[in-house]
């Protein structure tokens, strides 16, 4: 029966518990951990479950700031096994972590399966509701870190049938050719930032290829986006891509604020990050908020959010180890768009007087820097930033 308030009372109540979202709902019922947090030091470090639906054994991985927009998984297949084929309306990117195996991919009606090989440092991406199986017939066990659409999607819908068992053919994303999955490896400039675009919807190792210079973050920093099978969330349509990046080793990146949703996995080299709400202001610790700036440490296999809570953290990036600083960024494509088309975007990377949201070193905090030589001396690393 519904309360019926007299003039001076509201109905009901005002204070609840958050209820979970269709995908949090979906993550609970399969049955493997849910992490969350910032980040995480390493992946092979998270605790793993049997995994009946993919089989393997598997863990979420939903880090601050990406709720509802995407998410992650991170699967263990053994020696001389194979995940159960799975096709779903999301998209996927996977990054291997660890092993040697290939993928199956087919679609509904076709009668062959195009088969490509991996190994740790591959990048590459299914095609949307495509079928497809990751097969490890090797002797180790392979670990593979998967980026899917999955939550934007699934709390729209709300149907896993929907998802999961959905007839759509998307023919201008995959046609079935030969060399779909075979290496691109020329650069191309991106239509509207001009800064360096690789399509190709397979990447064998990302932790060790080649990277353009483009000194966006840090002198010497190096760039690139790879747009793969034609996916949209993570980008397409000129809207952020995942990028692979890296930092000269001894120097650090500008701290800058955007909107959440970006996450920074590391492949090469070690590090943290720093972050702190806007609000703090542009020196946190001088202004005596120091213990507010949230920090995360990782290696290669870790990761972490770029702004946590509702977005719009500084945050800032510090390679401490004796090799370059390399990480692998994703985000769901359209979690920072504002405004209407033909609108001007000024890049993150642009500094705060340019209109941009990057402080200059110049003007950061005087710890930021301190802590960072502190970090590298400890390390046995030389400090290499320009005075
Ligand atoms: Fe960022």
């Known amino acids: 029966m519904i309360h019926q308030p007299n003039e001076q009372q509201r109905a009901g109540r005002v204070r609840w518990k958050r209820q979970p979202t269709p995908y949090e709902r979906f993550m609970e019922e399969e049955g493997i951990p849910v992490v969350r947090g910032i980040g995480l030091n390493d992946v092979r470090e998270l605790p793993l479950s049997p995994w009946t639906r993919l089989g393997g054994r598997g863990s979420y ?8 927009v995407w998410g992650m998984y991170v699967v263990e297949i053994p020696p001389r096994s194979e995940l159960r084929p799975e096709r779903h309306v999301y998209e996927e990117v996977y990054f291997v972590v660890e092993g040697r195996g290939s993928t199956e991919v087919w679609k509904e009606s076709a009668s062959r399966r195009q088969v490509f090989e991996w190994q740790a440092g591959s990048l590459f991406s299914v095609p949307v509701n495509c079928w497809h199986r990751l097969v490890n017939a090797g002797s180790s066990p392979v670990l593979v870190l998967a980026a899917t659409g ?3 999607l699934m709390n729209i819908v709300n149907s896993t049938r929907f998802i999961f068992d959905n007839p759509f053919d998307f023919t201008d994303r995959y046609d079935d050719s030969l ?3 075979t290496p691109k490896t020329e650069l191309e400039p991106h239509p509207l930032s001009e800064r360096a675009i690789l399509r190709s919807n397979m990447i064998p190792d990302i932790v060790n290829c080649e990277l353009p210079v483009d000194n966006h973050r840090s002198p010497g920093y190096k760039w690139f986006e790879p747009f793969m099978a034609g996916n949209h969330f993570f980008g397409g349509g000129g809207q952020q891509l995942p990028f692979i990046a890296e930092h000269q080793t001894g120097r650090y990146s500008k701290a800058h604020a955007h909107a959440s949703g970006a996450v920074l996995v590391c492949l090469k080299g070690k590090g943290y990050t720093c972050t702190w709400p806007t609000e ?6 001088e202004a005596g908020k120091g213990h507010l700036v949230k920090r995360q440490d990782y290696v290669p296999g870790g990761m972490v959010t770029a702004a946590p809570g509702g977005g719009n953290w500084f945050h800032q990036h510090f390679g401490v180890g004796k090799e370059a600083f390399r990480v692998l960024a994703i985000a769901g494509g359209y979690w920072w768009v504002k405004g209407k088309p033909g609108d001007d975007i000024v890049s993150n990377n642009a500094d705060l007087e340019e209109g941009g949201r990057s402080i200059p070193y110049a003007q950061e905090d005087p710890r930021v820097r301190a802590e960072f030589k502190r970090a590298l001396a400890e390390a046995g690393v030389e400090f290499r930033m320009p005075e």
């Open 280 to 285: 703090l202001g542009t020196r946190p610790w």
């Open 179 to 181: 060399g779909y999955f």
């Open 150 to 152: 999955a939550p934007a």
């Open 61 to 68: 991985i939903q880090l601050d700031g990406t709720e509802g």
